[in-house]
């Protein structure tokens, strides 16, 4: 089962839990810069009217989104039904739908974001075309990626090899070139806390690879390296 495989992402995302378990351990760099924090800057300095969230979970980003923006329209979609009820419940406008086939119409929108999910897309240049598409001329989209050594420590202390996924820190902005003609990005260094064995192996399992997790007995609790990149395009 591959990390782009859609059974796998259905079965990460049809329940909040296992997202839950991976964002519980995630923490600032040192400096304090949060990569989703500087993500919503970025699209609220072009003071859009329109913004979409493609592959919302739970609502979190979207709900930020429309409290900067209170003039904004701000609409998320997912393919899990079970992220768009909790998305909605928030007062949100929420769609299931696939970033591969948006249910928007041309140059409908000022501000696209997707934030850690594009490596989990089958067809990658077929989603960014269609970011492309709904994006007015001089639109932005801010897309947000791990890097392939992204906790790749406790990975590889675990029983498994780093899989590199088709859209990372690492080959994002020449994915994203592809579509468009201006990519910049910020990396960042998280940090992610793990207090003991067992919570490393809910995050491990949380992931839904076909891997046996095996974590180190011992050197708890620890702190495992984060790479992040906010890339936002034009």
């Known amino acids: 089962m591959s990390l782009t495989d859609p059974g796998r992402t259905s079965a990460q995302y049809d329940t909040e839990e296992r997202l839950a378990i991976r964002q519980s351990v995630w923490h600032p760099t040192i400096d304090g810069r949060e990569p ?3 993500a919503l800057a970025a699209i609220v ?3 859009p009217r329109h913004v979409l969230e493609v592959g919302s979970g739970t609502g979190a980003f979207a709900a930020r989104l429309a409290a900067a923006l209170p003039d904004a329209e701000v609409v998320a979609v997912d393919r899990s039904a079970r992220m768009v009820e909790l998305t909605a419940s928030r007062g949100l406008e929420a769609r299931v739908a696939d970033a591969q086939a948006l249910p928007f119409d041309d140059d409908s929108q000022d501000a696209v974001a ?3 999910m594009l490596y989990h897309v089958p067809f990658l240049d077929t989603a960014l075309a269609e970011v492309r598409r709904v994006l007015r001329p001089g639109g932005t989209f801010v897309a947000v990626t791990n890097g392939d050594e992204h906790v790749a420590d406790l990975i590889r202390a675990s029983g498994a090899d780093v899989v590199p996924t088709h859209f990372s820190s690492e080959n994002g902005e020449a994915a994203l070139r592809r579509h468009f003609d201006e990519v910049s ?3 960042f260094a998280t940090r992610a806390f793990f207090a003991d064995r067992e919570t490393a192996l809910a995050y491990l399992e949380s992931r839904q690879e076909p ?4 974590p180190p ?3 708890w609790p620890r702190e495992c390296a984060g790479h992040v990149t906010v890339f936002v395009a034009r």
């Open 217 to 219: 007995t011992d050197g």
């Open 114 to 116: 997707a934030c850690w």
């Open 36 to 38: 989703s924090t500087e």
């Open 185 to 187: 990005r910020d990396d």
């Open 45 to 47: 300095a072009t003071s």
């Open 211 to 214: 891997v046996t997790w095996s």
